[in-house]
């Protein structure tokens, strides 16, 4: 299955590249999965590495990844379930949270 994804920037001088990149996953691959096979391709390393990449689908939260401990929220969903119940396409968005309160702030 082909996807693509865009991320945000994680300090200034990433933000001269483009972030936005097209792969090929395995059809039954899960939200987990996925953050396990971008994790070396395509998520930068962050010193200290305790931040949260939440993965978007147009505008929709679908789940987070916590780097530091390694854990996910949904992370058992299926890419594939969400895009096939959709017309939207094959697009998705991974937005940074620099620590996990910053994500955890969002809820409260």
Not at 32 to 52: M, Q, R, S
């Amino acid at each position: 299955m082909r996807i693509i994804i865009d991320r945000d920037a994680v300090c200034a001088g990433d933000d001269m590249n483009h972030h936005r990149e097209e792969f090929t996953v395995p059809n039954d691959i899960t939200i987990a999965g996925l953050f396990e096979f971008l994790e070396f391709k395509y998520i930068p390393i962050i010193a200290g590495n305790n931040v949260v990449w939440a993965l978007y689908y147009h505008e929709r939260e679908l789940g987070a990844y916590f780097t530091k401990i390694q854990s996910f929220i949904n992370g058992n969903i299926s890419l594939s379930s969400i895009i096939n119940n959709s017309e939207k396409g094959h697009e998705f968005y991974l937005h940074y949270y620099s620590h996990p309160d910053r994500y955890r702030k969002r809820f409260i």
